[in-house]
């Protein structure tokens, strides 16, 4: 049965999917454009869940806050122009793709198996949903394999899964980070903006990690 708070995510899911598939898929301008809307939003996202803790007459630490919240963001922007631009739109697509599948994993698998936590850090990761994001982490590429729109080959080879499973970690730390952050102000949702789901920077705090890991790795190693 589908409830009320479950059918606001399964709207709001697709909404996401259509805007973020149209805004990467028309051209790099409208790509460019999403991307600075959607860092804006994380941005006053994220200075909003941190005020409380951090802004105090005595010890004022919001500078230092938004300068970090800042950085992150422009290295995201940066990272996401040349993926964009040397990979392609449709390579773009690849990666949230594999972000989503790592996210639907440690949700299904956490959720239906439980067990022991990952970390005090977010009490609702458990061992178990990490393990169970890596492995549908994989599960991208047999869906990108078995369609013909992406014009796009991923073949399961070594250097492919290693990529798979590094960006999977990869939003599970950037989870973890925003997770860290939410707790010490003892906030549950960056946001309202989406029914259902909470903020934007909920969403889209594995991905702002895993863009820019994924860069590095294919400069460093070309995979």
């Known amino acids: 049965m589908i409830t009320k708070q479950l059918g606001k995510r399964i709207l ?70 040349f993926v964009y631009s040397y990979f392609g739109p449709n390579y773009y697509i690849f990666l949230l793709l594999i972000c989503a599948s790592s996210d639907i994993g440690g949700y299904i698998v956490g959720r239906s198996i439980g067990g022991p936590k990952l970390t005090k850090i977010s009490p609702n990761k458990t061992i178990s949903g990490s393990i169970g994001s890596l492995i549908f982490s994989l599960f991208a590429v047999l869906l990108i394999n078995k369609q013909d729109y992406l014009l796009l080959e991923f073949p399961f080879t070594f250097e492919n899964i290693f990529l798979c499973l590094s960006i999977s970690v990869s939003c599970q730390l950037g989870d973890l980070i925003i997770s860290f952050f939410k707790r010490i102000n003892n906030i549950k949702d960056t946001g309202k903006i989406l029914p259902g789901h909470g903020g934007i920077l909920d969403r889209v705090d594995g991905i702002i990690f895993a863009i820019p890991v994924l860069l590095i790795l294919k400069y460093v190693s070309n995979i």
């Not at 454009?33 to 959607?38: E, H, P, S, Y």
């Not at 994380?42 to 200075?47: A, D, M, P």
């Open 12 to 81: 709001t899911s697709v909404a996401l999917v259509f805007f973020a598939y149209y805004s990467i898929a028309i051209n790099i301008y409208i790509f460019l454009a999403a991307l600075f809307l959607l860092s804006t939003i994380c941005f006053i996202e994220w200075n909003n869940i941190n005020i409380t803790k951090f802004s105090k007459k005595k010890n004022d630490k919001m500078f230092l806050i938004r300068f970090f919240g800042l950085i992150y963001l422009l290295i995201f922007i940066i990272s996401s122009y």
